[in-house]
């Protein structure tokens, strides 16, 4: 098993326990054979949606549950998003790393509630922070005892409706000492397109291998077995079909 690389990958959001295994089963088995470190990654709600009307969950505890489930079943570690400190508690029960999402990497009391789960913390950058200031966030986390934080890259504001990667974060951010990961799928968003958000996710590899070649410990991706009909992000989800070769072409660029 590669220990310097690994890749965090799932479903936007928990639509169906069905739907979850599919894809845990696909990816555990590809990274299996590529020798890749894997955890798995659903959303159990979804918090932030652009419309009031979009889906955000089937159930808190039963979505958590689900993902519990996948990583008994497939001896995976697991990994989803916390929204509060009131959620810390609770969603520290069912996974392994409790994820920030980028809207919510300044907030001190979220960071530090999450912290002291002492489980991995995943701190999204926020599409408005300047890279160096994750090592303030990341201080916040620290700051409890807990070092086992993630730092992950997932695009900028460029204007309205549009997010670009500036390649220099990625350096930047491992200057911090902590591991850092490359959202490749939410860094091809365009936020905000309508009533939900789009993207170009024909950029998706190109974007990938080139945060591999600049040297990340980490590779996120959301993944579907159908994206188009997928009930959150279905314009930036790698359909399953497609991770093995995205995969294999990634890890050729790692291992050189």
């Given at each position: ?23 845990a ?6 990274c ?6 894997y ?13 009031v ?45 409790l ?28 599409q ?19 070092d ?62 080139a ?31 497609n ?10 660029i790692?291992?050189?």
């Amino acid at each position: 098993m590669s220990k310097d690389f690994f890749i965090i990958a799932g479903p936007c959001v928990v639509e169906s326990k069905e739907m979850l295994m599919e894809v845990a089963e696909e990816v555990s088995k590809v990274c299996a054979d590529l020798n890749i470190k894997y955890y798995f990654k659903s959303s159990y709600k979804k918090a932030n949606r652009t419309s009031v009307n979009s889906f955000t969950g089937i159930g808190d505890e039963l979505a958590l549950g689900y993902i519990k489930e996948v990583g008994e079943k497939f001896n995976l570690e697991t990994l989803t998003d916390v929204h509060t400190e009131q959620e810390c508690d609770l969603v520290a029960r069912y996974v392994d790393v409790l994820q920030i999402p980028a809207f919510l990497a300044r907030q001190t009391d979220l960071l530090l509630a999450a912290g002291n789960t002492g489980k991995i913390v995943n701190i999204k950058k926020a599409q408005f922070m300047a890279p160096q200031d994750m090592a303030k966030a990341a201080s916040k986390v620290a700051s409890t005892g807990n070092d086992k934080i993630w730092l992950t890259e997932r695009g900028t504001f460029f204007g309205y409706n549009n997010l670009v990667v500036d390649f220099r974060s990625l350096v930047i951010m491992k200057e911090t000492g902590y591991p850092v990961v490359f959202d490749a799928t939410h860094s091809v968003q365009q936020p905000s397109i309508g009533e939900q958000s789009g993207g170009q996710p024909e950029f998706i590899p190109a974007l990938a291998r080139a945060a591999t070649a600049v040297g990340i410990n980490g590779l996120f991706f959301e993944t579907h077995p159908d994206p188009k009909n997928a009930k959150s992000d279905a314009a930036t989800q790698l359909s399953l079909k497609n991770v093995r070769a995205f995969l294999e072409n990634i890890m050729k660029i790692h291992n050189v």
